[in-house]
């Protein structure tokens, strides 16, 4: 392990993990020094830290962190990151309101205190520039290369101890280098999108910033390659790695049945299948006969309720898991026979306790990737390891809506727990008939002479893990988006009932709190 001391400036010093000290061109900048570490040492885990928090590094966590190779960690305890809290005003992902108190996933990086393997550094050198700026550098790798399978985190056990914020210098970005960034990192509009929402929401017109952006092209990144990092060192599939599988059902029996088929012909048997029929007629019993009429090859534990919604089925069938792994499934999907012991190598693989699969409708081009961080859930297509799920519970807001995806999966993450998407095994989606919200249903608003919009279950997930500038960020989206499809076309007319149609569903969306 190589340690790297600087003051946001200039490099202090570097040593080994046995504090020897290793030379270095004190001309270089930070980034500089941190590559041809990487050249150097190309087996080691490179650490950078600033120079005052040297007695809070926790070299022992660092030592002791078998990860998958191509990973990078930072942190900064402050609540306001470098880029500060206005990048929501051109990405509304989980990954910009950020908690501090565990491991969360991130491409938002901090020269504060960090680390990653040399093979990290040394399969971009030739693309991202060592900048003057080490907070940028950090900050431009990752987000260039977070979609293409480089893992990142914010890790506050970096720390040995709890730090003050007041203690740990909290270096933020300029409007200049936010602009560079969007500009940079972003496509073309939306560094016109920053200066408007600038503008209209802190009625500030920065001009400079806004052209000073436009002298820098966007980086293209170079083909990340993940073929010769090696994976995670691990005893294969052993008898305890026990699988439930979640299936909320309404209306689709011969559906049902093929995808139990799928379940008793795999190579690894799931344990226990959770079965939650759903039926609005309070007269009606279970169609699913051939639960009991069959024998299969795992234990099928049926609920069968008059409420309607697959949020409630899936809190029901969280309530009573038994195994170390649970798939959550819908009714209408197929899967290959080997399905479930791939889901368990890919989190053995790369260290990982929960997955999205991809999950194809017939017609639909099947594209290749990289495992890497995914800003969503799927509900009907996760793999996901049961101890992290005993007090994750889907919101009964946003049933019979949209956001539970979302929502659920931002609960995952804040649990400590990355969510990766993996396109092996892939997952075949019917689209059976039957889908979607199959027995109609009103909600309270539906009779409201103004309508919410944006629906007041997705605008619950704004409220419940969104800041203010996120909000305001998808606020003005929709606003461009909705324009389009609407009859009103009068511009002042429209702001006027678009105000009230939001408000609308502010209102309601606290409601469904």
Not at 160 to 181: C, G, H, M
Not at 190 to 218: A, D, G, H, Q, T
Not at 284 to 301: G, H, M, R, V
Not at 339 to 351: D, M, T, V
Request: net charge positive; hydrophobic share 40%; proline share 4%.
């Amino acid at each position: 392990m190589i340690i790297l001391f600087h003051n946001n400036k200039e490099v202090c010093s570097v040593h080994s993990t046995e504090y020897d000290t290793i030379e270095f061109t004190k001309n270089d900048t930070i980034a500089l020094v941190l590559f041809k570490l990487a050249v150097a040492f190309p087996q080691e885990k490179i650490v950078w830290c600033l120079e005052t928090m040297e007695d809070k590094l926790n070299t022992n966590f660092i030592e002791n962190q078998e990860v998958y190779q191509n990973s990078l960690f930072s942190f900064h305890p402050g609540t306001i990151n470098y880029l500060t809290d206005s990048l929501g005003y051109v990405e509304t992902s989980p990954f910009i309101n950020i908690p501090k108190k565990k491991t969360y996933p991130t491409w938002q990086m901090s020269s504060t205190v960090g680390f990653a393997h040399a093979s990290v550094f040394l399969k971009i050198k030739n693309v991202i520039k060592p900048e003057s700026n080490f907070d940028y550098f950090l900050n431009s790798l990752a987000k260039t290369y977070f979609t293409l399978g480089l893992f990142c985190f914010s890790e506050p056990d970096l720390f040995r101890n709890s730090i003050s914020i007041d203690n740990v210098p909290q270096q933020k970005a300029s409007l200049f280098t936010l602009f560079r960034f969007v500009k940079q990192h972003y496509r073309f509009r939306w560094v016109f999108l920053l200066l408007f929402n600038y503008v209209i929401y802190e009625k500030k017109f920065p001009l400079l910033p806004f052209l000073f952006s436009l002298c820098f092209k966007r980086i293209a990144p170079g083909q990340y390659d993940l073929a010769n990092v090696p994976v995670i060192k691990h005893s294969g599939i052993q008898l305890e790695d026990t699988v439930d599988v979640l299936i909320p059902t309404i209306g689709r029996k011969k559906y049902l049945y093929d995808i139990l088929k799928d379940l008793k012909n795999q190579t690894h048997l799931p344990l226990n299948v959770f079965i939650v029929e759903q039926n609005a007629d309070p007269n009606s019993n279970s169609e699913l006969d051939y639960l009991t009429d069959e024998t299969w090859p795992f234990i099928i534990k049926h609920t069968f309720t008059h409420r309607i919604g697959a949020v409630n089925a899936r809190n029901i069938a969280l309530g009573q898991l038994e195994s170390k792994w649970v798939f959550f499934a819908d009714d209408d999907i197929r899967i290959e026979k080997t399905f479930l012991s791939e889901c368990l190598l890919n989190c053995k693989n790369y260290g990982k306790k929960a997955l999205t699969l991809s999950c194809l409708q017939q017609g639909e081009k099947f594209i290749e990737t990289q495992p890497f961080q995914w800003g969503s859930f799927g509900t009907c297509s996760s793999f996901v390891a049961s101890d992290i799920l005993k007090n994750i519970r889907f919101h009964l807001g946003v049933e019979l809506g949209y956001g539970e995806d979302y929502e659920y999966g931002k609960k995952i993450r804040e649990s400590g727990t990355d969510v990766v998407f993996f396109c092996e095994p892939k997952i075949f989606h019917l689209k059976a008939p039957m889908g979607g919200f199959r027995t109609k249903f009103k909600h309270e608003w539906d009779a409201e002479k103004i309508q919410p919009k944006p629906s007041p279950t997705v605008m619950l997930c704004q409220l419940l893990h969104h800041n203010i500038e996120e909000i305001r960020g998808y606020k003005t989206i929709l606003f461009f988006k909705f324009y389009q499809k609407q009859s009103i076309k009068n511009p002042f007319k429209y702001t006027i009932t678009f105000k009230k149609q939001w408000n609308q569903s502010v209102f309601w969306a606290n409601k469904l709190k």
